[in-house]
């Protein structure tokens, strides 16, 4: 049996340091590659994120808005690389509509997000109507966290929801 005395034996072992080297720079090479972008952006000062507050709901509600609105909306001003032009910004939305607090309130069940949100534990989509894109499901929590955000990203603007 030749294949025995030869795959445990030398030509292996210099394979396998060979491969190992070469899995070390390129880690070093991507670590290199990840770092310097970053280091630009601290230097910016756009790596540090928009000022929210740290914990609770706002803050809880901006990673959530940044995870599933910031594909269409840009949803803070400091995040201007997000969103598309063809969707309203939350700050647009605040600033021009009257009446942005029950359409915040309401955006579940207002196009186009019913096409791709679902609220955790509703029906299921019918399999004639699939999602477009891939499908999101929110928790109430989520969306009141969500909510808690927008009020606070309004109050920042000086148009605070009215009592
Ligand atoms: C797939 C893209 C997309 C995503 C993701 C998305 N939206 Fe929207 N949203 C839109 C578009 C497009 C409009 C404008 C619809 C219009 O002009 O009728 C809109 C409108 C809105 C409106 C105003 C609705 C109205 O009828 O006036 C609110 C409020 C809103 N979005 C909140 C959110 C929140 C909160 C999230 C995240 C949980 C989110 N959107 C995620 C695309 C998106």
Redo the contacts with the bound molecule.
Sequence with gaps: MPFHRVLPGTPSRPFRRTALRSAVSLALSLAAAMAAPSLSLAASGAAKGPVVPQDGPVRSGYA??KL??????IIHPDDRFTG?A???S?MI?IDA?ED?PE??D??MG????P???RLDGSDARPDNLPAT?VE?I?TQQE?ED??AY?DYLAKEQGRPRPD
Excluded: D, E, K, Y
């Design positions: 959530l808005s599933h609105c910031a594909r269409c909306h598309h063809s969707t309203p939350f939305m509509l942005w359409r915040f309401t955006f207002r196009n186009p997000h096409a791709h949100l894109i999101v929110l969306i969500i909510l927008v």
